[in-house]
């Protein structure tokens, strides 16, 4: 009988012994994520943790986990894995299940903040810029100011001399005019009898008179 307890508690030590290095190897690891997370090696410790809850399955890895992607600035997988660890986690006070809804919060108002700065706002037309006044230059005290150079207006030039009208008598038209009418007044002069006949009238010198 006294063997049989020494056998067992042999195998015990011996077990033991066996599973001392695995537990210290965990410990080892998971206190070297705890120590990046805190030195705000946040990608470090959430390697770390990965490797440790795909090993051991526990959810507060996934808690862990969650709050690496919420340094880091992922919020998605950030809620992803704070949703999975409420779903998974058995024995969550209602202290922790506020806080870790609380980080859930916080991860989609950033995601919501990041929407709205990739949305451009709408295009706002410009306001009529008004012109400043134009101020003229402080006088110097060089001397008195010039004044400014005078326009000089060029008298117009005088009109075309008319052409200088001539006498009517040098118109062809006044010596038609006179010729009708000479010749007018002696046909009516004949007719009146001004004129004396041809065979009463005296014959001059050297011309011969008609019968």
């Known amino acids: 009988?006294?063997?049989?307890?020494?056998?067992?508690?042999?195998?015990?030590?011996?077990?033991?012994?066996?599973?001392?290095?695995?537990?210290?190897?965990?410990?080892?690891?998971?206190?070297?994520?705890?120590?990046?997370?805190?030195?705000?090696r946040y990608q470090d410790a959430l390697d770390i943790f990965v490797k440790?809850?795909?090993?051991?399955?526990?959810?507060?890895?996934?808690?862990?986990?969650?709050r690496c992607y919420q340094n880091?600035?992922?919020?998605?997988?950030?809620?992803?894995?704070?949703?999975e660890y409420l779903r998974k986690a058995k024995s969550v006070?209602?202290?922790?299940?506020?806080?870790?809804?609380?980080y859930i919060k916080e991860?989609?108002?950033?995601?919501?903040?990041?929407?709205?700065?990739?949305?451009?706002?709408?295009?706002?037309e410009p306001l009529p810029s008004a012109k400043p006044p134009v101020t003229p230059p402080p006088a110097t005290d060089s001397g008195p100011?010039?004044?400014?150079?005078?326009?000089?207006?060029?008298?117009?030039?005088?009109?075309?001399?008319?052409?200088?009208s001539h006498p009517v008598y040098t118109k062809w038209w006044f010596w038609t005019i006179i010729g009708v009418v000479v010749v007018g007044g002696l046909g009516g002069a004949a007719a009146a009898g001004v004129f004396t006949k041809t065979k009463d009238a005296p014959c001059g010198a050297g011309m011969t008179c008609g019968g």
């Open 52 to 66: 440790l809850y795909a090993e051991k399955l526990h959810p507060n890895y996934l808690r862990n986990i969650g």
């Open 107 to 124: 991860m989609e108002d950033l995601k919501k903040q990041r929407e709205q700065a990739a949305t451009p706002p709408p295009p706002v």
């Open 72 to 83: 880091l600035g992922d919020p998605d997988k950030a809620i992803s894995s704070f949703r």
């Open 145 to 164: 100011a010039t004044p400014p150079p005078s326009l000089t207006l060029n008298n117009p030039p005088p009109p075309p001399p008319q052409e200088e």
């Open 1 to 40: 009988m006294n063997r049989r307890i020494v056998v067992g508690f042999v195998a015990a030590l011996a077990l033991a012994a066996v599973a001392r290095p695995v537990v210290a190897e965990v410990d080892h690891r998971e206190m070297k994520a705890r120590e990046d997370f805190a030195a705000g």
């Open 93 to 102: 006070t209602p202290d922790e299940r506020t806080e870790v809804e609380g």
